[in-house]
């Protein structure tokens, strides 16, 4: 990934007493970028058009640049060519999405990210065992799809906590949780502790289900929020970390916080009087959209930005097997 032109000075404000700050981590996350490759090195290897069922990730900028280079983006398998590859989104998909692709003679790809695989695997371990499976997710979001088509029967879905208190099981001593990977960290603990008041014998997940990623950028803005008169969230708004980075920073003290696409979408009234603009990504961000916004803000009169890094992160993903096979049949043939 490109490196942002930041400054290394300091202090980090100008004569004027303003300064813009990056949140480190931000950006793409492991499963993101695993996805990405994936439809570059699908187009490589076979060809176009590769099909790709969903977003591949949820950002519209790395959507249309798939699109250029001959990704093409279904809604369902029924507007796929019987016989083509079909790449499945980081976001993961249903038992039946992949019966339907087998029915129809489709090459498929897996680019379903291994954190969200991991949730759909507790899923089916938690219906073997008749468990009732409270999922904590936004409703309509393909990963929520996904998870829930491993167990339908065993899956209630908890959007709020809010929800907890009307919610109804066969036996509350055999009940567990289970959670989209994107969510906010406070509020999916929140609910958490709500269901466990209602429901004291709650059986949790092996390890947390919110993604290290949306954990580690939430708590990367949270480091700087709470000085930045503005946040400026890059990101698509069909991205729930993205949206969920907005809340985030509100809640932890910015005055306030947008989410935007790009550095077109900056509206010059967010800086009338700002003295510090923090700014950070979603984890299907390319840093270069990020690089673009810090470009603007010096075209208005902004200095240098500097980066807060809370850690580091160093998780990489293989390709789905199925595309490593190819393509190491293709590098014997060379």
Known sequence: ?????????????????????????????????????????ALETYGAPIYVRKQIVHNRHVVETLEQRGAIFVDDLGSVPEGATVVFS??????????????????????????????????????REDLDILLIGHAGHEEVEGTTGEAPSNITLVQSPADVDSLEVRDPSKV????????????????????????????????DDICYATSNRQAAIKQIAD??????????????????????????????????DNAGEIADEWLDGVRSIGITSGASVPDDLVQGVLDHLQRKGFPVATEERLTEESLVFALPPELRRDLRAGASAD
């Not at 249903?94 to 695997?121: M, Q």
């Not at 949780?177 to 014998?201: G, I, Y």
Request: aromatic share 4%; net charge neutral; glycine share 6%.
């Open 227 to 260: 000085h930045s008169d503005l946040v400026i969230v890059v990101g698509s708004a069909n991205s729930s970390n993205s949206v969920r980075l907005v809340e985030v920073a509100l809640e932890a003290g910015a005055t306030a916080a947008y989410r935007v």
């Open 176 to 207: 567990s949780w289970l959670s989209q990977t994107t969510l906010s960290v406070d509020e999916t603990m929140e609910t958490v502790r709500r269901l466990r008041e209602k429901f004291p014998d709650l059986i949790d997940p092996p390890s």
């Open 1 to 41: 990934m490109p490196q942002l032109d930041l400054s290394t000075d300091q202090p980090h404000t100008d004569s004027t007493g303003r300064r813009v700050v990056v949140a480190a981590p931000r950006g793409y996350c492991a499963g993101v970028d695993r996805a990405v490759v994936t439809v570059e090195r």
């Open 90 to 127: 980081a976001h993961g998909v249903s038992p039946a999405v992949r019966d339907e692709a087998r029915g129809r003679g489709l090459k498929t790809i897996d680019a379903t990210c291994p954190l969200v695989t991991k949730v759909h695997h507790e899923a089916k371990r938690f219906a």
